[in-house]
Each structure stands twice: as structure tokens, then as C-alpha cells.
């Protein structure tokens, strides 16, 4: 990594006796911690969410889950019974 490419706001600042590769992985470190202190955050708003709203989520979630299973028998349902009907007029013609 080139030094001059280094983002201004780093709170690491290249120490002369650190060779380019260190000052990559001390960078890397510091990129890694603000994205743990994002997480930290994001997991506490979402630890604080009351159980309420968590559930009717899971509630509206299921209910379309379902809706897409039903759909899909009916479908499947649909294809089989035109499959039939259809060998079924096939084997009248004596083919």
C-alpha cells in the first residue's frame, strides 16, 4: 500500500520503523474495528427491538411462507392433473 494513499483520518499514523506490510495490517486492524463497533451497534438496536415486533414479523413471514407452499401444490396439483387428462385422451386413440 503507498503511503501517500493512506486515508488522512487514520488514527494510525506510519511510524518510520514500521515496514509497508505492518502499517497494511495495522490499517486493516483499525478497518476491522470500526466495522465490530458497527456491529456492536446494530446488535444492540436489535437486542433492544421489543419481542412484539420481532414476532409479528415472524407471523407476517409465516403466512407468506404459506401462501407460496399452497400456491406451489396447487401448481404441481395443476401439472399432474393436466398430464393425466391429457395421456388419458392419448390412450383412446390407440396410439
Known sequence: MDP???????????APEL???????LDEYERL????KKLAVLLDELASAPA????????????????????LKA???SIVLQQEIDWGGGAGDGH
Do not use: C, W
Not at 474495528?33 to 465490530?36: A, G, I, T, V
Not at 412484539?52 to 400456491?71: H, Q
Open 4 to 14: 501517500q494513499a493512506r486515508p488522512q483520518s487514520s488514527l494510525l499514523t506510519a
Open 19 to 25: 515496514s509497508p506490510l505492518e502499517q497494511e495490517v
Open 33 to 36: 474495528s470500526e466495522n465490530m
Open 52 to 71: 412484539t415486533e420481532i414476532l409479528d414479523g415472524l407471523r407476517e413471514l409465516e403466512r407468506k411462507t404459506s401462501l407460496v407452499f399452497t400456491l
Open 75 to 77: 401448481s404441481v396439483y
